[in-house]
C-alpha cells in the first residue's frame, strides 16, 4: 500500500515562497496511470485542491491558484514538491499530499492514499 509523508517548514513570513515536499513509499510516482495531488484545508475551513502532478510529469493547477502554484518532482527519490508563491497569512493551513485517483484532465475530486497533513503558518 502506498504511503505519503508530507515534509518542510512550519512557519513561512508573508511575501515568501512556502516549499513542501511529499515522500511516496509503496510504489513509484512514475508508475503509470498514477497522479499525485497536494490539498490544503485552512482553518475552520473545507479541503482545497491545490494541483496535481502525472506519472508522466503532466501538471494540472487549481484556476484560483495558477499563478502561485508550481509542482514539481525528483524520481530519484520518489518524490514530489509543492511551491506556493506569494503567500499570506490567508495560506495558513495544514497541507495534504495525496494519490489522485483521477486521470484524463479530471483531477482533485477522489483520492486513494493520503499523508498525514503538516500545519503551515504564515506569520511574520
Known amino acids: 500500500q502506498v504511503q505519503l509523508q508530507e515534509s518542510g517548514p512550519g512557519l513561512v513570513k508573508p511575501s515568501q515562497t512556502l516549499s513542501l515536499t511529499c515522500t511516496v513509499s509503496g510504489g513509484s510516482i512514475t508508475t503509470s496511470y498514477y497522479a499525485w495531488s497536494w490539498i490544503r484545508q485552512p482553518p475552520g475551513k473545507g479541503l482545497e485542491w491545490m494541483g496535481v502532478?502525472?506519472?508522466?510529469?503532466?501538471?494540472y493547477y487549481s484556476p484560483s491558484l495558477k499563478s502561485r502554484t508550481s509542482i514539481s518532482r525528483d524520481t530519484s527519490k520518489n518524490q514530489f514538491s509543492l511551491q506556493l508563491s506569494s503567500v499570506t497569512p490567508e495560506d495558513t493551513a495544514v497541507y495534504y499530499c495525496?494519490?489522485?485517483?483521477?486521470?484524463?484532465?479530471?483531477?482533485?475530486?477522489?483520492?486513494?492514499?493520503w499523508g498525514q497533513g503538516t500545519q503551515v503558518t504564515v506569520s511574520s
Open positions: 502532478i502525472t506519472y508522466d510529469g503532466s501538471t
Open positions: 495525496a494519490r489522485d485517483q483521477g486521470s484524463g484532465s479530471y483531477y482533485g475530486e477522489l483520492f486513494g492514499s
